[in-house]
């Protein structure tokens, strides 16, 4: 079995600051990617940032220059988000593309999300 944990959700005022965490954990062979994903009311899921298992990064670019992604080790991603807008409430999955271990193949999986709200 897999699961993806999240933390550090909450309210916070605009112009604030959050950071993210995801932990992943069970029966894992490998990580490959690992990224955020936010789902705001009567919105699409959409990407926030993705890391691959070099470090190569990708961000939406709505978030450039206020968020960064970093992984601790292979299986621990952080979302650092800062000058918090508004438009930024949602709630926020992790995502991990990893393969168990005794399976040949790798696929995704989510955490549960955690709420992200920006407002004064």
């Known amino acids: 079995q897999v699961q993806l944990v999240e933390s550090g959700g909450g309210l916070v005022q605009p112009g604030g600051s959050l950071r993210l965490s995801c932990a992943a954990s069970?029966?894992?062979?490998?990580?490959?990617?690992m990224g955020w994903y936010r789902q705001a009311p009567g919105k699409e899921r959409e990407l926030v940032a993705k890391?691959?298992?070099?470090?190569?990064t990708n961000y939406v670019d709505s978030v450039k220059g206020r968020f960064t992604i970093s992984r601790d080790n292979a299986k621990l991603v952080y979302l650092q988000m800062n000058s918090l807008k508004s438009e930024d409430t949602a709630v926020y999955y992790c995502?991990?593309?990893?393969?168990?271990?005794?399976?040949?193949?790798?696929?995704?999986?989510w955490g549960q999300g955690t709420q992200v709200t920006v407002s004064s």
């Open positions: 890391i691959t298992s070099g470090g190569m």
């Open positions: 995502n991990a593309n990893l393969r168990r271990i005794g399976s040949p193949f790798p696929v995704d999986y």
């Open positions: 069970g029966s894992i062979a490998s990580v490959n990617a």
